[in-house]
């Protein structure tokens, strides 16, 4: 009696394959006295990484094999604030290649756990430098000795924003039925939002990508840049975006927990920001008459920032 070998996918591809696609939700409550006008979320920490960053890391780390740049026993290298780290030791934990990672010393305690539990070698850099200190890092461990590396400089590499430009704006699209008329996302690396805004610019003109950013050099919004003074990602470009609005720490929190409480989703701080500086939008075109479909990211979960200290403060709603 003849017998069939099961077909069984590696899993490295099974986890290649679950990295986008993510749900777009409608937070009824914050829209609920705003006429005309719809709130809508990508739920990034669908992403078997848990982020947003897994589209990047994904399309990073495919593309350096495919060219052949990360080759049998070189480790992957790269400054990361914790989420594309995640998502780099993940998929070298399943497709067997070593990864090392520069990252800010003061990233949560649930982030360095995750790291710890893949197994990443991680190098700690001086808190006070932030993702810039963690960034000159890997430059210099990878100057030194670039046999060893495949540096794979998340801020000036294309894939970055490509992943965004071929999978996120696509989706954004697809599931809006293309009415979206505002597009949202916070400037890290700043791929998520050039990607997706060259592509949804391609699809509409007329729709408005607007970018935002901290307020200040000195902010508690982790994996997001003030432009003005942070190192700036080779990837960046400033003329895509019609507008730039910057979010307050404190402004940010403040929507994190009101998320939680009103619309029943536990979300991390830049999601917070992103849907704070939606929610300003929103309330613009409401006050205006317009009808609008706003589209913004939620990069990842509340899960990696229980910890910090916010949750537990007494503060009005946003």
Same mark, same amino acid.
């Given at each position: 009696?003849a017998?069939?070998?099961? #077909?069984?996918q590696?899993?490295?591809s099974?986890?290649?394959?679950?990295?986008g696609?993510?749900?777009?939700? =409608?937070?009824e409550?914050?829209?609920?006295?705003?006429?005309?006008?719809?709130?809508?979320? %990508?739920?990034?920490?669908?992403?078997?990484?848990?982020?947003? %960053?897994?589209r990047?890391?994904?399309?990073?780390v495919?593309?350096a094999?495919k #060219?052949g740049k990360l080759?049998?026993?070189?480790?992957?290298? @790269?400054?990361t604030?914790?989420?594309?780290?995640?998502?780099y030791a993940m998929?070298?934990?399943?497709?067997g290649?070593?990864?090392?990672?520069?990252?800010? $010393?003061?990233?949560s305690p649930?982030?360095?756990?995750?790291?710890?539990?893949?197994?990443?070698?991680?190098?700690?850099?001086d808190?006070?430098d932030?993702?810039d200190?963690a960034i =000159?890092?890997?430059r $210099?461990?990878?100057?030194? @000795?670039?046999?060893?590396?495949?540096y794979?400089d998340?801020y000036?590499?294309?894939a970055?924003w490509?992943?965004h430009?071929?999978?996120?704006a696509?989706?954004?699209w %697809?599931?809006?039925?293309g009415q979206?008329?505002?597009?949202?996302?916070?400037?890290g690396?700043?791929?998520?939002?050039?990607g997706?805004?060259?592509?949804l610019k391609?699809?509409?003109?007329?729709? #408005?990508?607007i970018s935002?950013?901290?307020?200040?050099?000195?902010?508690?919004?982790?994996?997001l840049k003030?432009?003005?003074?942070?190192?700036?990602?080779?990837?960046? @470009?400033?003329?895509?975006?019609?507008?730039?609005v910057?979010i307050?720490?404190?402004?940010?929190?403040?929507?994190?927990? =009101?998320?939680?409480r009103?619309e029943?989703?536990?979300?991390?701080?830049?999601s917070? $920001?992103?849907? $704070?500086?939606?929610?300003?939008?929103? +309330?613009?075109?409401?006050?205006?008459?317009? +009808?609008?479909?706003?589209?913004?990211?939620l990069p990842d979960?509340a899960? %990696?920032?229980?910890?910090? =200290?916010?949750?537990?403060? +007494?503060?009005? @709603?946003?």
């Open positions: 009696m017998t069939h070998s099961p #077909q069984v590696s899993l490295g099974t986890l290649l394959e679950r990295i696609n993510t749900p777009l939700l =409608r937070l409550q914050l829209a609920t006295n705003l006429p005309g006008v719809q709130l809508l979320a %990508k739920a990034e920490w669908a992403n078997p990484g848990g982020s947003v %960053k897994d990047a890391a994904c399309s990073i495919t593309a094999m #060219q080759g049998r026993g070189q480790h992957l290298l @790269d400054a604030s914790g989420n594309t780290g995640i998502a998929l070298g934990a399943a497709m290649f070593p990864v090392t990672l520069c990252v800010p $010393a003061n990233v649930e982030r360095k756990r995750i790291l710890s539990a893949y197994g990443a070698n991680v190098v700690w850099t808190p006070n932030g993702s200190g =000159r890092k890997a $210099a461990l990878a100057a030194a @000795d670039p046999e060893k590396y495949y794979a998340q000036g590499n294309n970055n490509q992943a430009y071929n999978g996120t696509n989706e954004i %697809k599931q809006t039925s979206l008329t505002h597009f949202i996302a916070g400037l690396t700043s791929g998520t939002f050039v997706t805004t060259r592509r391609e699809l509409n003109p007329e729709i #408005q990508c935002m950013q901290p307020d200040s050099p000195f902010n508690g919004l982790e994996g003030h432009m003005a003074t942070a190192i700036v990602p080779p990837i960046y @470009d400033p003329s895509l975006a019609d507008r730039d910057e307050e720490t404190e402004a940010a929190y403040r929507m994190a927990k =009101r998320l939680a009103t029943g989703l536990l979300v991390g701080v830049s917070g $920001a992103a849907v $704070a500086a939606s929610l300003r939008v929103a +309330e613009e075109e409401a006050a205006a008459g317009r +009808e609008a479909v706003i589209v913004t990211i979960s899960d %990696k920032y229980l910890s910090e =200290r916010f949750w537990e403060e +007494e503060q009005a @709603d946003a």
